[in-house]
């Protein structure tokens, strides 16, 4: 993995931060970004390339702008010759998802749809412009963060779950359409893992506990079990997986 280089949306905190470090341990350069946090995002760069002894670059960027992400490549190839790997987990929070996380009586268009822009629309772009560049070097590897909540219930998750579900199924259609380019694509799809997106859920306590009691190995997941998964799908481990649902639930879904 040394010498290689990931983009990463939402490198900041939780998973993508998790993933941020798994990476740049095994020596990889990270370009990511940001949304509110640049004096965060400006410190963790710092530490980053003073422990691990890589480049690291962080960007402001909204995911619900994803059309932008065509300005923000052009921002990362500035600062770097090229891009290996592309992982999308960014997520929105807030009033951005007013009338999208609730109940299924409470959703409303708006929220929904900024979900799905924010999930889906923002894979997509980002995932073009990755694969552009990667088409150029050989190949390369992409990755969308998903959940479990598109396959098991979960309180308020609806926006959300659909959002997964599809984001999931866009995975299977560019594995195939980018695998002559030897781009492979997955996704890796989370149960609740402990982060701040988690914190928000009106019910997180309960989640909380409830994901701990199903889970045979008794325990709430955490960002690094998500970075481990990751890591593995862009390695050359992992050759030839591409198209599939890598998912890290610690066994709740079957439960
Ligand atoms: N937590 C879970 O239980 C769980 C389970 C399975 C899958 N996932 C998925 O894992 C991914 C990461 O979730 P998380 O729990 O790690 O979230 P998190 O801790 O809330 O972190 C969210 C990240 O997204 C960034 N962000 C927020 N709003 C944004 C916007 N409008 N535009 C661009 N970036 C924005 C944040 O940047 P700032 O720091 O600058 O705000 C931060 O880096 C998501 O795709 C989520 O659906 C989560």
Not at 29 to 38: D, K, L
Not at 71 to 89: G, M, Q, T
Not at 190 to 195: E, S, Y
Request: a neutral charge; aromatic letters at 10%.
């Amino acid at each position: 993995m040394k010498g290689k280089t990931l983009v990463i949306s939402g490198g900041t905190r939780g998973i993508g931060k998790a993933i941020v470090d798994e990476f740049a341990a095994h020596g990889v350069n990270v370009a990511f970004t940001y949304n509110s946090n640049a004096e965060l995002a400006a410190a963790q760069v710092a530490e980053l390339e003073a422990k691990y002894n890589i480049k690291a670059r962080a960007y402001p960027f909204n995911i619900l702008e994803p059309e932008k992400y065509k300005e923000l490549f052009l921002e990362i190839d500035k600062d770097f010759d090229k891009i290996d790997f592309f992982i999308s987990s960014a997520i929105i929070s807030g009033r951005a998802v007013v009338g999208g996380y609730t109940k299924f009586m409470k959703l409303k268009p708006k929220g929904i749809n900024n979900i799905f822009t924010a999930t889906v629309n923002a894979f997509v772009v980002g995932a073009q412009e990755a694969a552009k560049r990667m088409e150029k070097t050989g190949g390369g590897s992409i990755i969308s963060i998903s959940s479990t909540g598109n396959r098991v219930y979960m309180d308020n998750y609806a926006g959300h779950g659909t959002s997964k579900a599809a984001v999931e199924t866009m995975v299977r259609y560019a594995a195939i359409e980018l695998g002559e380019k030897n781009i492979r694509v997955n996704a890796v799809s989370g149960g609740p893992i402990d982060t701040d997106a988690l914190k928000a859920f009106v019910n997180y306590e309960e989640v909380r506990d409830e994901t701990a009691k199903r889970s045979p190995l008794g325990r709430m997941g955490q960002p690094e079990d998500m970075a481990g998964a990751c890591l593995f799908l862009c390695s050359d481990k992992a050759s030839w997986v591409t198209g599939h649902i890598f998912i890290v639930d610690g066994g709740t879904t079957f439960k």
